[in-house]
């Protein structure tokens, strides 16, 4: 078991949890962002998904347990090698260069991270951590993003997650031994199609709520 030790408190192991968590999380938003899509459905079937949700007990209980610990060795971890590089660097270059494939989404990810980290308790503590006895989900989403506020917070939200999770995706895969010439072109591809996906697919849904729905 040294071994197994050895290897996740090390750099690359920290890597590989963070690249490991990370994936789930995406897969998550997949799922999550298909759910959503019943809102376009109206107050029925957006009820009706709730209710199915709902209806699956212990295994949404063991779900969410799950995301959370996913998420607690997501943060962790980031932090921690966040830490490890500002020390290691306690004078930053003079000159920031995108050399070495660096781009905005991996120069700002730690700040990023930070940021969904925050909105994701503002996003539960709106819509999860809610007296749910006298109103309905679909009323809750309603009323929330009548609120130009509420509109614009979470679309900007949501660039925010574009950007983080389209440097994530690629990163993630590279981390776990993809980094190919045969392979990485794809890769890439299909993080900046996430991305977007990400911010025009959820950061619709406020926009559509509050002009149309």
């Known amino acids: 078991m040294n071994w197994f030790y050895h290897t996740l408190t090390a750099s690359i192991g920290k890597k590989m949890l ?6 789930c999380f995406c897969s998550f938003l997949v799922v999550h962002f298909i759910g959503n899509l019943t809102l376009f459905g109206g107050e029925s079937a957006f009820a009706a998904y709730a209710e199915k949700l709902h209806s699956l007990g212990a295994f949404i209980t063991v779900a969410e347990l799950s995301l959370l610990l996913m998420a607690l060795i997501h943060v962790t971890t980031g932090v921690t090698l966040f830490y490890q590089n500002i020390t290691a660097r ?19 990810a730690p700040y990023t991270g930070f940021i969904l980290f925050a909105f994701i308790i503002y996003h539960l503590l709106n819509f999860h951590f ?15 993003f009548a609120k130009p506020g509420y509109v614009l917070i979470y679309v900007c939200a949501m660039i925010i997650a574009a950007l ?50």
């Open 18 to 23: 963070m690249a490991l968590t990370g994936l």
């Open 90 to 108: 306690p004078v930053r270059y003079s000159v920031n260069k995108t050399a070495g494939g660096r781009t905005l989404g991996s120069r700002t």
């Open 130 to 144: 809610v007296d749910k006895t006298d109103r309905g989900i679909y009323l809750i989403v309603s009323e929330t």
């Open 164 to 213: 983080h999770v389209r440097h994530g995706f690629w990163s993630a895969f590279q981390t776990l031994g993809a980094n190919h010439p045969k392979y990485m072109p794809l890769i890439m591809t299909v993080s900046i199609l996430f991305g977007l996906v990400i911010a025009l697919g959820f950061g619709f849904i406020p926009i559509y709520i509050f002009f149309i729905a």
